[in-house]
């Protein structure tokens, strides 16, 4: 029998994962339909009726979104009409999920069967997770419209479930049926990972934030499904929502503490050789710690057997209960205490207890936006901003991706050669041109330098965005000379006196009220030194 090689398990190339899984956010003509009714051989689900209960809980959530243009920092997309679903929850709030209110400027919610709308402000949101809970201007709708009841426990797979929400097709209620088929620990986006329950009943673009429901208790919220395929749903268990929630009610939310140490299964027999292993090891190995300092608790190679008491088996799975099972991770936000979980590993044959530090984030050197704007600084024919990953998802669209994936990466632009690093010192950040040169003599003879990231400025190093405005508030010598990380590229080089006096003009014939956003321009208004 062929064996398998050893497979890496990286939880944080969960923004990849998850673009597998389309978010569900407006109507959808295109949407895919209904599941058909099950095949004789299957056994039929539970007979579920609607809730009436269910039913007064529930909103429509209207949304105007203006979401960043990472192209024109200096400016927003226009604005798109999104439409989703919500419910009532304690303390006279509404659930609904991160992506149908991000980057929102007006937001409205409509009960089921209401003729008016209500307005609403985000109170909390965690795009990692997918949830923010919206507070209404007017809190009389709550005396009519009482929390959802919210289940404690996990579904049974084969659970008869309901999805109520306001999906494609019509403006109305929307009800459809299914059952719980799959229940895993996995990725939801950038590097959050959770509890996910996959369900066969319908969920189509404006199902996001409905609530699905087996009697009249809410089991979790719907957010994506898998993309073109037909009837395979996804909802956030109860379980994700309570920790969100309990979150909040401590404080700001600060996200789910994870593990950023890449781990390596265990099965297969000449890695296992390799270690020595005793045939009674199981566990997952520490292919590579997320950090190398000596007084780190991993070391590679370290075999993870156990978390708290709970055994790790060779595909790095634990069973919670009797037909169950899911990733290690899992139990990481269920043990965390004071930011450290305990593990007991084996290294060089010996069992070692270890209290390994968790974090809710991973710094990376090309961030997300993360629910803000990006920040921009105008510079004479110039635009300078900071690498995100939305900025270089815009690169990889279209027909041409590859090519342009393939010139990025021959070039050495870091990009490419640095997506999914660790900053190398505090505060590092890529610096890049995020649109072409605007139309001026002074960019005469140069080529497009859009994406390029700048390295250097009259030979200083750039470290941010911040940095470089500092560097060019502080010059003194008549040329400014800006070199990029690129290999074949052209250096770039401006009198000062010129470009500086040709600014304002090019913001006048572009439309640009502003130099640069208020983080930056409070640093180019401050003195030297300062």
């Known amino acids: 029998m062929a064996v398998r090689p050893p ?7 969960a923004t990849a994962l998850a673009s597998l899984f389309t978010p569900v956010r407006a109507a ?17 689900a539970p007979k579920e009726v609607p809730s009436s209960a269910v039913e007064n809980s529930l909103v ?18 226009a604005p798109a009409e999104v439409t989703g679903s919500g419910v009532v929850i304690d303390g006279k709030r509404i659930l609904t999920n991160a992506h149908v209110v991000n980057y929102a400027g007006q ?23 997918d949830l923010a809970v919206l507070k209404l201007d007017d809190d009389s709708f709550f005396t009519t419209h009482p929390p959802i009841q919210r289940e ?16 494609t097709g ?87 503490p994870a593990l950023f140490d890449e781990t390596q299964t265990l099965e297969n027999p000449a890695l296992r050789s390799y270690l020595k292993l005793d ?40 069973k919670i209960n009797h037909d169950l099972r899911v990733r290690y991770n899992y139990m990481i936000q269920k043990l965390a205490k004071d930011d450290k979980v305990p593990l007991t590993v084996v290294r060089a044959g010996q069992e070692v207890k270890v209290a390994l530090p968790v974090h809710s984030k991973r710094t990376m050197v090309i961030p997300e936006l993360e629910g803000t704007y990006p920040s921009y600084f105008v510079y004479g024919p110039l635009v300078f901003s900071e ?43 890529l610096v890049i041109v995020s649109s072409p040169f605007f139309p001026h003599k002074l960019a005469q003879g140069y080529g497009n330098a859009m994406g390029q990231v700048v390295n250097t400025i009259n030979g200083i190093p750039i470290k941010n965005l911040g940095h470089l405005v500092e560097v060019l508030r502080d010059a003194k010598d008549e040329f400014v000379t800006i070199d990029f990380k690129t290999r074949g590229g052209e250096t770039l080089i401006f009198r000062r006196t010129e470009i500086i006096a040709a600014t304002e003009d090019i913001m006048t014939d572009n439309g640009i009220r502003a130099q640069g956003s208020p983080d930056v321009l409070a640093i180019w208004g401050a003195k030297a030194g300062k």
Not at 7 to 13: A, D, E, P
Not at 60 to 77: A, E, G, L, N
Request: aromatic share 8%; charged share 20%; net charge negative.
């Open 279 to 318: 045939k009674s090891v199981a566990g997952v190995i520490v292919h590579q710690p997320a950090n190398t300092d000596p007084d780190y608790p991993l070391k590679e190679w370290d075999v993870i057997t156990h978390i708290g008491d709970v055994p790790v088996d060779d595909q790095g799975m634990i």
């Open 170 to 256: 019509g403006t109305t209620l929307s009800i459809t049926k299914g059952i719980v088929s799959r229940i895993e620990f996995s990725a939801y986006h950038g590097s959050f990972a959770g509890l996910r329950i996959q369900i066969d009943a319908a969920i189509n673009p404006g199902n996001s934030g409905g609530p699905a429901v087996v009697g009249d208790k809410m089991i979790g919220l719907a957010f994506s499904r898998l993309g073109d395929a037909e009837n395979i749903g996804y909802i956030i268990p109860c379980e994700e929502i309570d920790l969100f929630l309990d979150g909040l009610a401590q404080g700001t939310y600060q996200g789910k």
């Open 107 to 129: 937001i409205q919610v409509q009960a089921n069967q209401a003729g008016d709308k209500v307005s609403a402000t985000v109170e909390a949101i965690a795009l990692g997770i």
């Open 28 to 44: 959808d003509p295109e949407a895919p339909p209904p599941a058909a009714a099950p095949t004789p051989a299957t056994p039929a």
């Open 387 to 429: 690498a995100t990953t939305e900025f270089i998802s815009g690169f990889l669209r279209g027909t041409k991706s590859a090519n342009i994936v393939f010139l990025m990466s021959f070039t050495g632009n870091p990009l490419m050669t640095r997506a999914g690093d660790k900053p190398a010192f505090e505060g590092e950040r």
């Open 60 to 77: 429509k959530v209207f949304s105007t979104i203006r979401y960043p243009d990472p192209y024109k920092p200096w400016t927003k997309q």
């Open 152 to 167: 404690k426990v996990l579904p049974e797979i084969k659970d008869a479930v309901m999805v109520y929400g306001y999906p």
């Open 7 to 13: 497979k890496v398990v990286v939880l944080v190339v």
